[in-house]
């Protein structure tokens, strides 16, 4: 029987391998498919980013949004910026994976918004959740995962910039 999909499309995101190369996985959400793999030294195809690099990006992208509403309510014009997030493996010593985040401005802006950014960055919902950790719970089965409501996302980004 094949995979069921989610209920709805925007409950989720479903991954099923493609069957070309090792690791090549397509992605289901929102009616769309975006590929995952691994690079080629470990045998992947590279036809995609990694599950780490799509964690990262994930970082990235909701710093990026959270700063942009938060300037937006203040009214402030910000030069045009970037968001770089790498992944390391767990430390010897905290035994922590680690998200390095790079925040580029491309302009001039003064110290003390650049401090209320960083301090608006660091409170983007998806850095809160990656910094209290979470618990996963996993079944088998055909009943459907349930998840985020559609607008939760941007409710949280809201009230990161409260």
């Known amino acids: 029987m094949p995979p069921q999909p989610f209920v709805n ?8 391998l493609t069957g070309k190369g090792r690791f090549q996985t397509a992605l289901r959400l929102h009616g769309q ?11 992947g195809l590279a036809s995609g980013p990694t599950p780490y690099e799509l964690l990262s990006g994930s ?5 990026a949004m959270t700063m942009r ?9 910000l030069p045009p910026f970037s968001v770089e997030v790498v992944h390391s493996p767990p430390l010897a010593a905290s035994g922590r994976d680690r998200f ?4 580029h401005i491309g302009g001039p802006i003064d110290d003390e918004r650049k401090t209320r950014l960083l301090e608006i960055a660091n409170r983007c919902p998806v850095h809160r959740t990656l910094e209290r950790g979470f618990d996963i719970s996993t079944d088998v089965g055909d009943r459907p995962a349930s998840g985020e409501p559609p607008r939760q996302h941007m409710i949280d980004m809201e009230a990161a910039c409260a």
Request: hydrophobic share 40%; charged share 30%.
């Open 9 to 16: 499309d925007s409950e989720g995101v479903s991954a099923e």
């Open 33 to 43: 498919t975006i590929l995952a793999d691994e690079p080629v030294e470990v045998g």
């Open 59 to 63: 970082l990235a992208a909701c710093t």
């Open 69 to 77: 509403l938060y300037a937006e309510r203040k009214g402030w014009e």
């Open 100 to 103: 390095m985040r790079r925040i």
